[in-house]
Protein backbone atom coordinates (compact mmCIF):
# COMPACT_ATOMS: atom_id res chain seq x y z
CA UNK A 1 0.00 0.00 0.00
CA UNK A 2 1.41 3.83 -0.91
CA UNK A 3 2.85 5.62 2.32
CA UNK A 4 3.14 9.49 3.20
CA UNK A 5 6.65 9.81 4.87
CA UNK A 6 6.93 12.97 6.93
CA UNK A 7 9.38 14.21 10.21
CA UNK A 8 7.54 13.64 12.90
CA UNK A 9 8.77 16.97 14.22
CA UNK A 10 9.67 20.39 13.48
CA UNK A 11 10.51 23.41 15.45
CA UNK A 12 11.27 26.65 14.39
CA UNK A 13 11.38 30.37 16.15
CA UNK A 14 8.87 32.97 15.58
CA UNK A 15 8.96 35.19 12.36
CA UNK A 16 11.40 32.14 10.82
CA UNK A 17 10.68 29.87 8.18
CA UNK A 18 9.50 26.35 8.59
CA UNK A 19 9.12 23.86 6.08
CA UNK A 20 7.51 20.12 6.31
CA UNK A 21 8.41 17.73 4.43
CA UNK A 22 6.16 14.48 2.83
CA UNK A 23 7.97 12.10 0.51
CA UNK A 24 6.27 9.22 -1.31
CA UNK A 25 6.73 7.52 -4.65
CA UNK A 26 6.39 9.39 -7.38
CA UNK A 27 4.13 11.87 -5.22
CA UNK A 28 5.03 14.44 -7.90
CA UNK A 29 2.92 12.86 -10.43
CA UNK A 30 -0.15 13.03 -7.83
CA UNK A 31 -1.83 16.15 -6.38
CA UNK A 32 -0.30 16.97 -2.11
CA UNK A 33 -3.14 18.49 0.15
CA UNK A 34 -2.30 19.58 3.30
CA UNK A 35 -4.06 19.91 6.78
CA UNK A 36 -3.39 21.87 9.90
CA UNK A 37 -4.44 20.37 13.16
CA UNK A 38 -4.78 22.16 16.67
CA UNK A 39 -5.50 19.69 19.75
CA UNK A 40 -8.62 19.24 20.32
CA UNK A 41 -9.71 20.70 16.95
CA UNK A 42 -10.69 18.97 13.54
CA UNK A 43 -8.46 19.09 11.16
CA UNK A 44 -7.97 22.54 8.41
CA UNK A 45 -7.64 22.46 4.58
CA UNK A 46 -4.64 24.87 4.50
CA UNK A 47 -3.24 23.83 0.38
CA UNK A 48 -4.45 21.63 -2.14
CA UNK A 49 -3.27 20.75 -5.37
CA UNK A 50 -0.18 21.19 -4.34
CA UNK A 51 0.17 24.96 -3.91
CA UNK A 52 -3.36 26.56 -3.52
CA UNK A 53 -4.65 27.97 -0.81
CA UNK A 54 -8.31 27.96 0.23
CA UNK A 55 -10.10 31.02 1.24
CA UNK A 56 -9.14 32.41 4.34
CA UNK A 57 -5.87 30.59 4.44
CA UNK A 58 -3.10 33.58 5.12
CA UNK A 59 -0.44 33.82 2.43
CA UNK A 60 2.34 32.39 4.68
CA UNK A 61 1.32 29.31 3.88
CA UNK A 62 2.63 27.53 0.03
CA UNK A 63 3.13 24.39 -0.89
CA UNK A 64 5.12 22.74 -3.86
CA UNK A 65 5.33 19.16 -5.03
CA UNK A 66 7.71 17.54 -7.11
CA UNK A 67 9.55 14.48 -7.70
CA UNK A 68 9.34 12.26 -4.53
CA UNK A 69 8.68 15.27 -2.13
CA UNK A 70 5.78 17.89 -1.35
CA UNK A 71 6.33 20.25 0.87
CA UNK A 72 4.55 22.63 2.77
CA UNK A 73 6.46 26.17 3.69
CA UNK A 74 5.54 28.53 6.71
CA UNK A 75 7.01 31.71 6.13
CA UNK A 76 7.20 34.40 8.95
CA UNK A 77 6.15 31.59 11.75
CA UNK A 78 3.38 32.98 14.12
CA UNK A 79 2.90 31.23 17.82
CA UNK A 80 -0.78 30.55 16.00
CA UNK A 81 0.81 28.15 13.56
CA UNK A 82 1.72 25.93 16.13
CA UNK A 83 -0.04 22.50 15.29
CA UNK A 84 0.28 19.00 14.05
CA UNK A 85 0.68 19.11 10.27
CA UNK A 86 -0.53 16.50 7.89
CA UNK A 87 -0.12 15.47 4.21
CA UNK A 88 -2.57 13.68 2.03
CA UNK A 89 -2.78 12.27 -1.87
CA UNK A 90 -4.59 9.76 -3.84
CA UNK A 91 -3.32 6.30 -4.56
CA UNK A 92 -5.79 3.71 -6.21
CA UNK A 93 -8.63 5.39 -5.22
CA UNK A 94 -7.48 5.47 -1.60
CA UNK A 95 -6.61 8.54 0.30
CA UNK A 96 -3.96 8.87 1.96
CA UNK A 97 -2.25 10.77 5.07
CA UNK A 98 1.18 11.08 5.92
CA UNK A 99 1.75 10.15 9.84
CA UNK A 100 1.60 13.96 10.87
CA UNK A 101 3.97 16.22 11.74
CA UNK A 102 4.21 18.51 14.91
CA UNK A 103 5.61 22.19 14.52
CA UNK A 104 6.78 23.65 17.70
CA UNK A 105 7.10 27.43 17.90
CA UNK A 106 9.99 28.33 19.53
CA UNK B 1 -22.60 28.71 7.93
CA UNK B 2 -21.48 25.37 6.35
CA UNK B 3 -21.66 22.57 8.74
CA UNK B 4 -21.11 18.89 9.61
CA UNK B 5 -23.03 17.47 12.73
CA UNK B 6 -22.19 13.69 12.79
CA UNK B 7 -23.87 11.65 15.75
CA UNK B 8 -23.82 7.85 16.81
CA UNK B 9 -21.03 7.20 18.41
CA UNK B 10 -21.07 5.41 21.76
CA UNK B 11 -19.48 1.92 23.58
CA UNK B 12 -19.71 -1.11 21.55
CA UNK B 13 -18.94 -4.60 22.13
CA UNK B 14 -16.50 -6.66 19.47
CA UNK B 15 -18.49 -7.82 16.82
CA UNK B 16 -21.26 -5.57 17.35
CA UNK B 17 -22.22 -3.13 14.69
CA UNK B 18 -23.16 0.56 14.75
CA UNK B 19 -24.22 3.28 12.11
CA UNK B 20 -22.96 6.60 12.14
CA UNK B 21 -24.81 9.80 11.00
CA UNK B 22 -23.39 13.00 9.27
CA UNK B 23 -26.13 16.17 9.14
CA UNK B 24 -24.92 18.63 6.11
CA UNK B 25 -25.92 21.95 5.95
CA UNK B 26 -25.35 25.48 4.66
CA UNK B 27 -24.01 24.08 0.88
CA UNK B 28 -25.66 22.24 -1.65
CA UNK B 29 -25.23 18.89 -0.51
CA UNK B 30 -25.81 16.63 -3.78
CA UNK B 31 -22.91 18.64 -5.36
CA UNK B 32 -20.06 16.89 -3.57
CA UNK B 33 -18.28 13.79 -3.08
CA UNK B 34 -18.66 13.11 0.85
CA UNK B 35 -16.07 11.02 2.78
CA UNK B 36 -15.48 9.58 6.35
CA UNK B 37 -11.92 9.86 8.25
CA UNK B 38 -11.06 8.65 11.63
CA UNK B 39 -8.75 9.61 14.00
CA UNK B 40 -7.57 7.19 16.89
CA UNK B 41 -6.77 8.53 20.10
CA UNK B 42 -3.61 10.43 20.33
CA UNK B 43 -2.54 9.14 16.51
CA UNK B 44 -3.01 10.18 12.94
CA UNK B 45 -5.47 10.61 10.24
CA UNK B 46 -6.67 7.41 8.58
CA UNK B 47 -9.27 7.82 5.15
CA UNK B 48 -11.86 5.56 5.73
CA UNK B 49 -14.53 5.84 2.60
CA UNK B 50 -15.90 8.18 0.35
CA UNK B 51 -18.68 8.37 -2.09
CA UNK B 52 -19.60 10.48 -5.33
CA UNK B 53 -22.22 12.96 -5.05
CA UNK B 54 -25.43 9.98 -6.60
CA UNK B 55 -23.93 7.16 -4.62
CA UNK B 56 -22.44 5.78 -7.73
CA UNK B 57 -18.68 5.56 -6.68
CA UNK B 58 -17.87 3.91 -3.23
CA UNK B 59 -14.18 3.50 -2.10
CA UNK B 60 -13.19 1.82 1.08
CA UNK B 61 -9.80 1.73 3.03
CA UNK B 62 -8.48 -1.86 3.19
CA UNK B 63 -8.74 -1.76 6.48
CA UNK B 64 -13.01 -1.82 6.46
CA UNK B 65 -13.33 -3.17 3.26
CA UNK B 66 -16.50 -6.06 4.01
CA UNK B 67 -17.34 -4.98 7.63
CA UNK B 68 -18.02 -0.57 6.71
CA UNK B 69 -21.05 0.47 4.37
CA UNK B 70 -21.23 4.23 3.27
CA UNK B 71 -24.07 5.76 1.71
CA UNK B 72 -26.05 9.14 1.32
CA UNK B 73 -29.68 10.21 1.00
CA UNK B 74 -29.24 13.43 -0.66
CA UNK B 75 -32.97 14.23 -0.31
CA UNK B 76 -31.91 14.38 3.38
CA UNK B 77 -28.84 15.93 3.21
CA UNK B 78 -27.20 13.29 5.22
CA UNK B 79 -24.19 11.27 4.93
CA UNK B 80 -24.11 7.72 6.49
CA UNK B 81 -21.97 4.71 7.76
CA UNK B 82 -22.56 1.29 8.76
CA UNK B 83 -20.12 -0.73 10.85
CA UNK B 84 -20.62 -4.09 11.40
CA UNK B 85 -18.01 -6.91 12.93
CA UNK B 86 -16.34 -3.91 14.73
CA UNK B 87 -13.05 -4.29 16.35
CA UNK B 88 -10.62 -2.99 18.86
CA UNK B 89 -8.60 -1.03 16.28
CA UNK B 90 -11.71 0.57 14.63
CA UNK B 91 -11.90 2.68 18.37
CA UNK B 92 -11.59 6.28 16.96
CA UNK B 93 -13.28 9.65 16.48
CA UNK B 94 -14.94 9.04 12.84
CA UNK B 95 -15.13 12.89 11.16
CA UNK B 96 -17.88 13.37 8.17
CA UNK B 97 -15.67 15.15 5.60
CA UNK B 98 -16.62 17.74 2.37
CA UNK B 99 -14.60 17.04 -0.88
CA UNK B 100 -13.42 20.50 -1.94
CA UNK B 101 -13.93 20.93 -5.67
CA UNK B 102 -17.10 18.77 -6.29
CA UNK B 103 -19.09 15.55 -7.07
CA UNK B 104 -16.15 13.01 -7.64
CA UNK B 105 -15.19 11.11 -4.63
CA UNK B 106 -11.73 10.66 -5.56
CA UNK B 107 -8.26 12.76 -6.32
CA UNK B 108 -10.12 15.61 -4.03
CA UNK B 109 -9.29 17.73 -0.48
CA UNK B 110 -11.36 17.44 2.50
CA UNK B 111 -12.42 20.98 3.06
CA UNK B 112 -15.15 20.97 5.78
CA UNK B 113 -15.10 18.83 8.90
CA UNK B 114 -17.46 17.69 10.91
CA UNK B 115 -16.50 17.60 15.07
CA UNK B 116 -16.32 13.71 15.01
CA UNK B 117 -18.41 11.70 17.08
CA UNK B 118 -16.18 9.03 19.34
CA UNK B 119 -16.66 5.39 18.81
CA UNK B 120 -15.77 3.29 22.06
CA UNK B 121 -15.13 -0.98 20.60
CA UNK B 122 -14.39 -2.60 23.82
CA UNK B 123 -15.54 -5.74 26.12
Known amino acids: SYELTQPPSVSVSPGQTASITCSGDKLGDKYASWYQQKPGHSPVLVIY???KRPSGIPERFSGSNSGNTATLTISGTQAIDEADYYC?????????FGGGTKVTVL | EVQLVERGGGLVQPGRSLRLSCAASGFTFDDYGMHWVRQAPGKGLEWVSG????????DYADSVKGRFTISRDNAKNSLYLHMNSLRPEDTALYHC????????????????WGQGTMVTVSS
Open chain 2, 97 to 112: TKGKEGAAVRNDAFDI
Open chain 1, 49 to 51: KDS
Open chain 2, 51 to 58: ISWNSGIT
Open chain 1, 88 to 96: QAWDSNTAV
